[in-house]
């Protein structure tokens, strides 16, 4: 499995949780972009250059603030363009820390930070794909204790892959890697 991903931290954040969410002997590997920019730009060719035969390919990128529906399309006719419709593509909405707000008993853990779990069932962290900007909520929460690179790679061991984590997109993009490793 090759997952495109837009930058560092999500690198970081997916080589922490896809062996502990990919079947046993599945090998993956996560190439990071300089950005949303340069994923899109070069992703036709990488895809189209992969010589390994039998191997799925994942597109993961922030929402932002664009359009998630047309953000899914534009990424999926990419895929169409390099050859492989079949890719998935997955939208962290709005960015990849509501992962992160999703499962706040991971990020006290990871960090080494005590009270944050308790604010899980707070209105403001039920639904975090739902916040505008999710990597400053992240940082004040924290206090300042997350960095997006060294954060990611804290947080990634300790997030629960069972379905509990309140992102929505998180779940997404779980299931789906699952469903395309085991078919």
């Known amino acids: 499995m090759v997952v495109f991903v837009e930058e560092l931290s999500a690198k970081i954040l997916l080589d922490g949780i896809l062996p502990r969410l990919l079947p046993g002997g599945t090998r993956h590997r996560v190439v990071s972009f300089e950005g949303k920019s340069d994923l899109e730009n070069q992703l036709v060719r990488r895809i189209r250059g992969w010589k390994e035969p039998q191997t799925d390919f994942v597109v993961l990128r922030d929402q932002d603030s664009g359009d998630c529906r047309k953000l899914k399309t534009k990424l999926q006719q990419l895929c169409q363009e390099a050859g492989r419709p ?18 706040l008993e991971s990020v006290e853990r990871g960090l080494g930070l005590q009270g944050l ?25 924290t206090k ?3 960095q997006k690179v060294g954060g990611s790679r804290k947080i990634a061991g300790h997030l629960d892959l069972s379905g509990t984590n309140r992102s929505t997109s998180f779940r997404a993009f779980c299931e789906g890697v699952r469903r ?3 078919g």
Do not use: H, M, T
């Open 180 to 182: 395309i490793s085991v």
């Open 117 to 141: 779990a308790k604010q899980s069932n707070s209105s403001k962290f039920r639904e975090p794909d739902r916040l505008n900007n999710a990597a400053q909520e992240l940082k004040i929460l």
């Open 86 to 103: 079949d890719a998935l593509v997955r939208i962290a909405c709005r960015e990849l820390e509501s992962w992160y707000l999703g499962d």
């Open 144 to 146: 300042n204790s997350y």
